[in-house]
């Protein structure tokens, strides 16, 4: 039996199991199942993870389908959480958090606590190969902002977001489009204000989620760059608002996450 763990973020949950636990297994199979909301725990993405006593920590990511990611937000700020949450009262006087991920260390700053849910300061990094282009895609042809946020990101900047039909057409065809060799993350945002936008996600390896970190930073950088929006914006999901911020040292990131359980997987 493997000790598993579970947290979200605005309804983007992910399981954790520590790395040593998983010696000589195939982690993308067990993403797999694990993941799986019916036969499984159920959860967006599986994070492996060490934790040392330092307040730093180490994941590596996979999404629900098994494939390996570089980084989630979300992920990022549930695994601090866990940090702190399973350190107890060895961690009460903790207020940052350092952690290793596919895209390099990041680190988060506590700025509150309620229970099992946290919230953090994340610094994200700078965006990296900002450019738009028009793809075509689903039958149409689409102006699309693709940068980096530690992971591919691709933005739609939209006058209206698009009604289930045209977000379940174009979200996995943007995803899998051949212009990424390695497919990408997908946002459809709508700049309502030039502090408020709002978004809908489907994600490499998962599909709809209900939010997204580095989502809702590349939707901010998207919409800071050619929507004319102000460099620090509320970003509205489906599960909640996240609040982006572009300054000279980087994208920061503020939001909550909160620790549901833990448990043992029966493999």
């Known amino acids: 039996m493997l000790s598993i763990a579970k947290a979200h973020a605005y309804g983007n949950d992910f399981l954790f199991i520590p790395h040593d636990q998983v010696e000589g297994l ?10 799986a909301r019916h036969a499984g725990v159920g959860g967006d993405g599986l994070i492996l993870y060490t934790l040392a006593p330092d307040s730093t ?5 996979y999404n629900a389908d098994g494939s390996p990611s570089e980084l989630s937000g979300n992920g990022l ?12 009262a060895q961690k009460a ?31 994200m990094g700078q965006p990296t190969d900002i450019a738009q282009e028009t793809l075509d895609v689903g039958g149409e042809s689409l102006v699309v902002t693709t940068l980096g946020m530690g992971n591919p990101q691709c933005v739609a900047l939209v006058g209206e977001l698009p009604d289930d039909a045209r977000f379940q057409r174009l979200g996995p065809a943007l995803a899998a489009h051949p212009r990424f060799a390695a497919g990408t993350n997908v946002e459809f945002a709508k700049v309502e204000a030039p502090e408020r936008i709002r978004i809908l996600i489907w994600e ?3 599909g709809p989620t209900h939010a997204s ?24 999901a489906p599960g909640g608002t996240q609040r982006v911020e572009w ?3 980087g ?7 909160e620790v549901l359980f833990e448990g043992r997987w029966v493999p």
């Open 251 to 257: 994208v920061h990131l503020t939001g909550w996450a």
């Open 93 to 123: 006087h903790v207020t940052q958090v350092h952690v290793d991920t596919g895209a390099g260390w990041k680190l988060l700053t506590l700025i509150a606590r309620t229970g099992a849910r946290y919230t953090f300061r994340a610094a």
């Open 204 to 206: 490499r390896g998962v």
């Open 26 to 35: 195939d982690p993308r199979a067990l993403a797999r199942q694990t993941c």
């Open 247 to 249: 300054r000279d040292d």
């Open 77 to 88: 700020r549930c695994l601090a959480a866990l940090a702190l949450h399973l350190g107890g």
């Open 213 to 236: 970190g580095t989502g809702a930073c590349a939707s901010a950088v998207a919409a800071i760059s050619y929507g004319g929006a102000a460099r620090e914006v509320d970003v509205i």
């Open 57 to 61: 920590a180490r994941m590596t990511l």
